[in-house]
């Protein structure tokens, strides 16, 4: 005889089944507060002679900072720096990756009556483009990975902003660490951001409907404070609409949120600054490649801006002299490309001459193909050296734009926008090698960052400053820095030295990644890339990728640079898809005619990891 269980058991069985799934759902989720910690033997600064001391670190903060040598507190987790730097973690100061800016609902009327006579008085709710009731707090949409990618770079906090419209609403500034999005928000409400762009379709479009909109939008919200004021007070009038992008707009009237606007233009940046003006609202700049022409200006006003060194590719120096061949391992001159020979004949045999027209033939053939490649010589087109000259002074001007600010006491930071923070920590590399002083960029990055973000706790090491650590064996603004340990929140993260040592010397004897590879990234659907590579004696890598559009499927072709350094090879490229670029960056080791790795793309989805495997064609 079968027990049958009743409905009453089976339902308590259940529910003691869910209370047990419950809990160890529960002790397998992060703690909202970290475990203590001390850091010891870690040097607070990038003096040589920088003495070592200890960090206590308790509920997230920095409790106490002793002498190397004095006794540790008991019960807690010990870091042993074994002598390298603490430096504050980075802070991202303006990033679009973290949240969706959604696209604002255009029309909130009751629809327009078709047989009613024209109307004199204009739609008062068409908000195309306007939405500032948003808040990124509410919406963040931070992954694992990329939270991952900000802390592989050195990132305690960034700024999760909107973007792409004319108010797209405010930005909240988080952590890097694994958290729920609520554990994640260090400030909800920080700026109010603005462009000159609008989603969707219709009025406004233009540059002259964007500023027509943004003012009719700011009278609007004065009205509408006037008349709540009026409403408080018990005066007569109409009673205010419920209108949350009204309200939300309030705080930037009263001065206690400033509007971050998107500016690459000097242009742009007057306009703003006009605007600003005349509705009454104070003003930062986000973008700034050309705010080194406003520098003046910016100073006199004290307007923050913060730089997303969005420069683009560098033109080619037209007076940089050429470099001149490297030998070849040993000493010997690099081999040169032969000139094409006939083939040997056999043993014994004379080589054999075409003989009357069959000569006449060859000889014309020659001289036709000669003719065919001096004409495209001739009529290939060469920009003149003025002009080639004007395009990088351009450009430098653009990427030194930090040095002319830092010079007039301009307040900025560095945010990376639609880039990655190791794009962004790369790119404040080259600043500081084209002579942007190191302690003015390593500022900008941590407490100046946190200082235009209003964050008093974060970019400093000091006793009650928010416990947001990085540990470096390096200077992480020069060439050989290696991120060892990252403390977030109070949370530790452990980076394994050895994992990509950086790449040094020259390729191991017998490796040469010349030829045509075939290589197939883990996880895609999409055909398989071909890369045509070059290799010199000394490392040097270049060539070409091919591969297939993700949407038109047609075939695109992109440059390739990298070099080889023992049995590991890493290259870059940058593929150009129309409306926007994709970033990739392989690594992998060479084994023969086969390269495994990873690649990191990046692109306006953010930065993602997959492993690669390549396979070398016979020739």
């Known amino acids: 005889m079968k027990f049958l269980p009743s409905p009453s058991f089976a339902a308590t069985a259940l529910r003691l089944a869910a209370c047990v799934l419950l809990l160890l759902d529960a002790t ?17 600064s990038l003096a040589a002679d920088a003495p070592e001391s200890s960090l206590v670190i ?39 990756s973290a949240c969706v800016t959604p696209e604002p609902k255009i029309d909130q009327d009751l629809p327009a009556d078709m047989r009613a006579d024209v109307q004199i008085d204009m ?66 409400d920080v700026f109010a951001h603005a462009a000159f762009a609008a989603s969707g379709q219709g009025y406004p479009s233009t540059l002259m409907g964007y500023t027509a909109q943004l003012r009719q939008f700011v009278l609007d919200a004065r009205h509408h404070d006037e008349l709540a004021a009026r409403a408080l007070a018990g005066r007569p009038g109409p009673r205010p609409a419920f209108d949350p992008e009204l309200e939300a707009f309030g705080a930037v009237l009263r001065r206690e949120r400033r509007v971050l ?10 306009r703003w600054l006009a605007l600003a003006d005349e509705l009454g609202f104070d003003v930062a700049i986000v973008g700034g490649n050309q705010a ?21 590719d560098g033109p080619d120096d037209p007076d940089a002299k050429q470099d001149e061949p490297k030998p070849a391992a040993g000493g010997e001159a690099p081999e040169t490309t032969p000139a094409a020979k006939p083939e040997t004949p056999p043993s014994g045999e004379a080589p054999q001459q075409p003989q009357g027209d069959a000569a006449k033939s060859h000889e014309n053939a020659g001289d036709k193909a000669a003719d065919t490649a001096t004409d495209a010589k001739r009529f290939e087109y060469v920009e003149p050296l003025a002009v080639r000259r004007a395009k990088r002074a351009r450009w430098v001007e653009r990427r030194d734009c930090a040095k002319v600010l830092a010079a007039k006491g301009v307040r900025f930071a560095f945010g990376t926008a639609n880039g990655g923070a190791s794009d962004l920590l790369g790119k404040v590399k080259q600043l500081v090698e084209a002579g942007l002083a190191r302690d003015v960029a390593l500022r900008a990055l941590t407490s100046g960052a946190a200082e235009l973000l209003g964050a008093p706790r974060l970019g400093r090491l000091e006793v009650g400053m928010d416990a947001n650590v990085a540990l470096w064996t390096a200077d992480p603004l020069g060439k050989d820095a290696r991120l060892a340990w990252l403390v977030v929140d109070g949370f530790a993260h452990e980076f394994d030295l050895e994992a990509n040592p950086p790449l040094e010397g020259k390729p191991d004897e017998g490796v040469d990644a010349s030829g045509t590879w075939t290589l197939k990234i883990e996880a895609s659907q999409e055909p398989p890339e071909t890369l045509e590579l070059t290799m010199t004696p000394d490392g040097k890598v270049s060539g070409k990728v091919r591969a297939t ?24 490229t940058s593929i150009d898809l129309g409306q926007f670029k994709i970033d990739a960056a392989y690594d992998g080791t060479l084994s023969g005619d086969a390269w495994q790795g990873t690649v990191v793309v990046k692109g306006p989805f953010g930065e993602q990891k997959f492993d690669f495997e390549a396979t070398r064609q016979p020739k």
């Open 292 to 312: 080194f022409e406003r520098a003046d200006v910016l100073a006199r006003r004290n307007v923050p801006v913060i730089l997303t060194l969005e420069w683009g």
């Open 58 to 96: 308790e509920n997230g903060r920095i409790a106490r900072i002793l002498p190397a040598s004095a006794p540790l507190p008991p019960a807690m987790r010990v870091i042993d720096a074994k002598g390298i730097f603490g430096l504050p973690a980075f802070v991202d100061a303006a990033s679009w």
């Open 28 to 44: 397998s989720q992060a703690p909202r507060t970290a475990e203590p910690l001390v850091i010891t033997h870690v040097k607070t």
């Open 123 to 188: 739609r008062s709710a068409n908000r195309k483009g306007v939405e500032p009731a948003f808040r990124a707090a509410a919406a963040l949409d931070f992954t694992q990975d990329e939270a991952k990618a900000w802390r592989d770079a050195g990132f305690g906090a960034l700024l999760a902003a909107p973007h792409g419209e004319l108010l797209a609403g405010t930005s909240a500034l988080i952590v890097t660490r694994d958290a729920a999005a609520r554990d994640a928000v260090l400030a909800p």
């Open 549 to 572: 559009h993700p949407m038109t499927q047609a075939e695109i072709t992109a440059d390739l640079a990298g070099r080889v350094a023992q049995k590991r090879m890493q290259l870059t």
């Open 261 to 270: 606007a998107e500016a690459h233009a000097a242009a742009d940046i007057d």
